[in-house]
C-alpha cells in the first residue's frame, strides 16, 4: 500500500512539505498537466510552457532522489484533464493507503483537495507550505483587531522574525525600518544595464512549446522569446546573475520606466520564487549578506527584502483572510469592459503600447509598469476590476490567484475599498512623464490636459476623482487633489470631464 502525494505546478521545491517524513518505497508522487488548470482563465502560452517545463525537469530531479513520479502529460491519452479525475485515475492505478498535499495556493484548488477524502474514501493530510515566513495563524493573530492592516508594520513583523537586517540589539540596520525614500529615481539609458540570462530552451521545452502552440493557439502571448530558466540549477544562475550584477542598483531604480527596457535592474525572479525553483528566505538571507560584506548599499537590500517577507508575505495574509468572494468585490462599481489594446498592444498611448507590448512577448512587466501604467490607466478609466484580475492573472509567468489578485483588485483596483492601499494609485500623465522616458516619443502631450492631443491619463485622471467623489472624498491622502479639483473654474472642471467622457466612449 502506498502514499499518494499529488506535486502541483507551484510546489516544485524539492523539499516540499508533503515529502517531509516520507519514504521513497512507501510514496507515489503524482504530476499532471490538466486541461483545466491551463484554460480556467486563458494563461498566456509562454506561463504554460514554463509551467509544464518547469514540471517536466522537476519530476526528473525528484526520480534521481529516489522517488517514483507518476507524470502524466497533456496529450496522455485517458487524461481526464483536471486535478480530480487524476487523482482519481491515479488511486485506480496505484494500491493508495492514503493522500498527502501541500495546501494549494489558491481558494480554488483548496476547494477540490477539501473534497478528496469522501470522493476516494482515504485518509487526506494537507499539508502547511512551508516556503512562506508567516504561517496562515501568525498574519491572524498579527492582523486580529487592527483597524489598518498596513502592510509597513507587517513587514517589521517579519524583519524580528527572520532577524534579517537587524543589528545586534534587534534595531533596524541603519537606524531606520524602510529606505523606501531613496528608491525613486528616474533612469537614463545605459549601455552597462544588466540583462537576464536568456535560456535557451532544451528538447523538454522544446516538446512543450510545440504542444503549447499547438493546443492554446487562441491563448495571448508568444513564445518566440522564451527565455525563462526552467531548473532548479538555472533559476539558481538567474538568482546569481541579478545579486552579482543588478541588486546593488535595485533601488534607485525600482521605480523607473525606460522605452524599450523591459527589466532595467528587477531581478526577474518571481516566476521561480512562486513556483518552488527558489526559495524565499535563502534569497533574502544572501541580500543581507551582501550587504553586511559592504557589496550592496542599504536602500537596496533593505528594498529589495521588503518586497519579499513584507509585500508578498503580506498579499499572501490579505488574500487568505479575506476569503474567496474577495475576488468578486467592486467597491468602486467600475463597469467598463477591458480594451482590447490589453491582448494586443496596439495603442497610440506609447505607455501602454510599451508595458502591454512587453507583457504579451515576455509574460513578464516590472512593479510600476504593472501598478502605474496598465493598473492605473484600468483604476482611472474605470475598467471592470474583475476583468483587470483575470488579465493579470492570464498574461504573467509569476501569476498565482493568492499574489496576483490581492494586488491587482487590492492595491491596483482599489476594489477592496482601502484593505490594501490607503488610497487609490490613481495617477495624470505627470507621474509617468516624472518616472519614464515614454512621454517624450508618444502622440499625445503628456502637458497638455484637454483636447484631441492632450495625454489622456490627464483627464482620466480628474474625472477618476470627480466620478467616485462620494466614496472617496474623505480619504485624508487625497484631500489635497480634491481641494485642487474644487478650485479649479467649472468650465475646465465641465472640458476635463468631457474630454474623458469622449475618451471612454471611443474606448
Ligand atoms: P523585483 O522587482 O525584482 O522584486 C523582487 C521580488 O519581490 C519579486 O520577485 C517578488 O517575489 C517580490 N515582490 C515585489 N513586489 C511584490 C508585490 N507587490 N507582491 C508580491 N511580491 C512582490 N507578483 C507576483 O509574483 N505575481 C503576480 O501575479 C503579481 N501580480 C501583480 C499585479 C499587479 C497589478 C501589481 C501592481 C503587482 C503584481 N505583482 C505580482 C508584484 C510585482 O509586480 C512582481 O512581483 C514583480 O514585478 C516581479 O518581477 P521581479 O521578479 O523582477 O521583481
Ligand atoms: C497555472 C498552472 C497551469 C497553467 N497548469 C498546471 C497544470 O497543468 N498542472 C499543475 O499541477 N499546475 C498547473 N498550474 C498551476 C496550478 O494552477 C496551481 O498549482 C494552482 O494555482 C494552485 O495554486
Ligand atoms: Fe503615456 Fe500620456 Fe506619456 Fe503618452 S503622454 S506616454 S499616454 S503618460
Redesign the pocket.
Known amino acids: 500500500k502506498k502514499t499518494l502525494i ?6 516544485l521545491s524539492l523539499d516540499i512539505s508533503s515529502l517531509t517524513d516520507q519514504q521513497p518505497d512507501t510514496s507515489v508522487l503524482l ?8 484554460t ?1 482563465v486563458k ?1 498566456h502560452k509562454a ?2 510552457a514554463y ?2 517545463s518547469a ?1 517536466r525537469h522537476h519530476a526528473s530531479a525528484l526520480r534521481e532522489r529516489g522517488w517514483t513520479v507518476d507524470y502524466v502529460a ?1 496529450d496522455d491519452t485517458d487524461n481526464s484533464g483536471s ?1 480530480t479525475g487524476e487523482v482519481a485515475r491515479a488511486c485506480e492505478r496505484h494500491d493508495i493507503e492514503s493522500i498527502r498535499i501541500t495546501e ?3 481558494w ?2 483548496m476547494a477540490m483537495i477539501e473534497n478528496w477524502e469522501d470522493q476516494f474514501d482515504v485518509p487526506v493530510t494537507i499539508c502547511p507550505d512551508q516556503r512562506f515566513i508567516a504561517t496562515h495563524q501568525e498574519f491572524e493573530h498579527w492582523a486580529e483587531g487592527k483597524k489598518q492592516l498596513r502592510m509597513e508594520f507587517f513587514y517589521r513583523e517579519m524583519r524580528r522574525k527572520t532577524g534579517l537586517l537587524l543589528d545586534k540589539d534587534g534595531k533596524p540596520e541603519g537606524g531606520k525600518w524602510n529606505y523606501d525614500a531613496e528608491n525613486r529615481k528616474p533612469a537614463k539609458s545605459d549601455l552597462m544595464m544588466p540583462q537576464p540570462i536568456r535560456f535557451q530552451p532544451d528538447q523538454i521545452t522544446q516538446d512543450v512549446i510545440d504542444l503549447v502552440t499547438e493546443r492554446f493557439a487562441d491563448h495571448p502571448g508568444s513564445l518566440e522569446q522564451f527565455h525563462f530558466a526552467v531548473t532548479h540549477e538555472e533559476a539558481l544562475r538567474q538568482r546569481r546573475k541579478f545579486l552579482d550584477h543588478a541588486l546593488a542598483q535595485f533601488g534607485d531604480y525600482q521605480d523607473a520606466m525606460l522605452t524599450g527596457e523591459p527589466f532595467l535592474w528587477h531581478s526577474i525572479l518571481s516566476p521561480y520564487l512562486n ?1 518552488g525553483l527558489l526559495d524565499p528566505l535563502a534569497l533574502c538571507q544572501e541580500v543581507a549578506d551582501l550587504y553586511a560584506g559592504g557589496k550592496v548599499p542599504l536602500n537596496a537590500a533593505e528594498g529589495f527584502i521588503r518586497q519579499i517577507i513584507g509585500w508578498r508575505e503580506y498579499v499572501r495574509g490579505i488574500y487568505w483572510r479575506e476569503g474567496p468572494d474577495y475576488a468578486q468585490r467592486n467597491f468602486l462599481d467600475a463597469q467598463h469592459p477591458l480594451p482590447d489594446f490589453y491582448y494586443n498592444g496596439e495603442t497610440d498611448m506609447l505607455c501602454l503600447s510599451e508595458a502591454i507590448g512587453q507583457t504579451l512577448d515576455l509574460a513578464y512587466a516590472h512593479h510600476i509598469q504593472r501598478l502605474m501604467i496598465t493598473g492605473n490607466f484600468a483604476l482611472i478609466a474605470g475598467i471592470d476590476p474583475h476583468a483587470v484580475h483575470e488579465w493579470y492573472l492570464e498574461v504573467y509567468a509569476d501569476a ?3 499574489v496576483e489578485l490581492p494586488n491587482t483588485l487590492g492595491m491596483s483596483q482599489f476594489g477592496d475599498g482601502g484593505i490594501i492601499a490607503s488610497k487609490p494609485y490613481a495617477s495624470s500623465g505627470n507621474y509617468i512623464n516624472k518616472m519614464s522616458d515614454h512621454c517624450a516619443s508618444c502622440a499625445y502631450d503628456v502637458k497638455q490636459r484637454t483636447g484631441d492631443e492632450a495625454c489622456p491619463f490627464n483627464a482620466l485622471y480628474w474625472d477618476f476623482l470627480a466620478r467616485n467623489e462620494d466614496k472617496l472624498a474623505d480619504n485624508n491622502r487625497l484631500a489635497m487633489p480634491y481641494r485642487t479639483w474644487n478650485k479649479m473654474d467649472s468650465d475646465v472642471q465641465k472640458q476635463l470631464r468631457a474630454s474623458a467622457k469622449a475618451f471612454l466612449e471611443r474606448l
Open positions: 499529488p506535486i502541483l505546478g507551484d510546489q504530476m499532471m498537466e490538466v486541461e483545466a488548470e491551463a480556467y494563461h506561463k504554460i509551467i509544464f514540471m497533456l486535478f494549494a495556493g489558491e480554488r484548488v513556483s498565482y490567484e493568492w
